[in-house]
């Protein structure tokens, strides 16, 4: 066992001097990278990712670069879905109150590409986006001063201002047939911080995400069909991409799509009242994830590389993502964050960046993952839990 290896297993507390310092390195290496674009999601370049990161490492707003990146970012029309919910998690985070306009777009924009089969694809513009509904008055769950009141409140630190005006977006015409789990598992994530921003959609838009979710859960060999359409007794089950086009038709699971894929159904139970703790495909998820746990690779095959040895840190972030949203301090026995971050602190290249080498992956969007982790940026599923905290 290499050295490495032996410390990921005995779970070392994490240096939070060091997870600074690494912090700020991976900063002062985005402010000069490339915003790489996405050409076969035909996204121009990768500045709400970018700016999200800015965001949870607590660069100023008054940040040259910052103001860049939101200028083109707030003057952007919406037209592919990972855009849409980079921007509705970006608003949420800076003021959910002074741009819920904006935000009802980024909802609009997501109920109307919805696929028939709950899913999501990379996007198409929709001309209803860009009306933003009007609101109702009526206080809702949140922190901060009360924007009636003529006297204001003392700040609290990670707080975030009252909602007092509730959205509701309508679904204006059908998406396409079928995406795929990965702009499906982000689309949870936008539509999270529209519902805390107080901007909803209808609830059948939910059930039929979360229904997509239920029932395509793959077992590990590719069989045991009814066991996937049941959810009976939990069992060991996960997510592959699950486009058709380019899964094999085993559709084995894979980590970094079943760790996203568990983290967007805690969200639709937490919206939709259910009780996650309860849900047999949660647990088949975070089954399956115990048993192939690692924080050195992506545990696969995936799609794109037999090995599996790929994306690992888009699967760390949603390693984050799910442990912060259900509330879990381990996985399978395993203590992710401190396993997670020593990885993480140990692979930072000297230019600040993190990269695993991976054709499909690059250096700025890698270390806007290994930055998201390290920050634990997800806020978790209590309205009164403070963004980025580290308890």
């Given amino acids: 066992m290499t050295l490495l290896l032996a410390l990921l297993a005995q779970a070392q507390p994490v240096d939070e001097f060091k997870v600074d310092q690494a912090i700020q390195r991976g900063v002062g290496f985005l402010r000069s990278a490339p915003s790489p674009a996405v050409e076969f999601a035909k996204i121009d370049d ?6 999200l990161t800015f965001i949870h490492a607590g660069v100023p707003g008054t940040d040259a670069k910052f103001q860049e990146l939101l200028k083109k970012v707030s003057g952007r029309t919406l037209e592919r879905t990972y855009e849409a919910v980079l921007q509705a998690m970006i608003f ?19 109920a109307d590409n919805q696929c028939a089969n709950g899913q999501w694809s990379y996007g198409e513009p929709t001309e209803f ?42 679904k ?37 995400a979360r229904k997509w979710w239920t029932s395509s859960q793959h077992p590990e ?34 980590g970094s799509m079943t760790a996203g894929g568990t983290g967007a159904l805690v ?56 442990g912060l949203l259900c509330g879990l301090k381990k996985i399978g026995g395993h203590g992710w964050y401190e396993e997670g971050a020593q990885a993480i602190l140990g692979a930072q290249r000297e230019d600040g960046s993190w990269d695993d080498g991976v054709s499909r992956s690059c250096a700025t969007w890698d270390t806007c993952f290994a930055i998201l982790f390290l920050k634990r940026a997800t806020r978790p599923l209590v309205a009164t839990e403070a963004a980025g905290s580290r308890k």
Avoid at 97 to 102: G, M
Avoid at 195 to 200: E, L, Q, S
Wanted: proline letters at 7%.
């Fill in 129 to 170: 986006a860009n009306d933003a509904p009007q609101g109702e008055d009526v206080a809702t769950s949140g922190e901060g001063a009360d924007p009636k009141s003529s006297t204001p409140a003392a700040p609290v630190p990670g707080a975030k201002p009252k909602v007092v005006k509730r959205v509701a977006v309508r």
């Fill in 267 to 322: 969200i639709y139970d937490h919206l939709l009242g259910i009780d996650w703790r309860k849900d047999p495909a949660m647990r088949a998820g975070l089954n399956w994830l115990a048993t192939r746990w690692t924080v050195t690779k992506n545990p696969g095959p995936t799609e794109l590389q037999a090995a599996g040895e790929t994306e690992l840190y888009y699967y760390l972030y949603a390693v984050e993502r799910l």
């Fill in 172 to 208: 204006m015409k059908p998406g396409p047939e079928k995406g795929d789990n990965s702009n499906s598992q982000y689309a949870a994530l936008g539509l999270r911080a529209c519902h805390d921003a107080g901007v909803t959609v209808p609830r059948e838009v939910l059930e039929r």
């Fill in 46 to 51: 990768s500045d709400e990712l970018i700016l």
């Fill in 221 to 254: 060999d590719g069989k045991d069909k009814n066991a996937v359409a049941s959810g009976v007794g939990g069992g060991i089950r996960g997510w592959c991409y699950n486009r058709t086009d380019v899964c094999e038709k085993t559709h084995r699971p894979y």
């Fill in 92 to 110: 949420e985070e800076l003021d959910r109150v002074k741009h819920q306009p904006r935000i009802a777009q980024c909802a609009r924009f997501l």
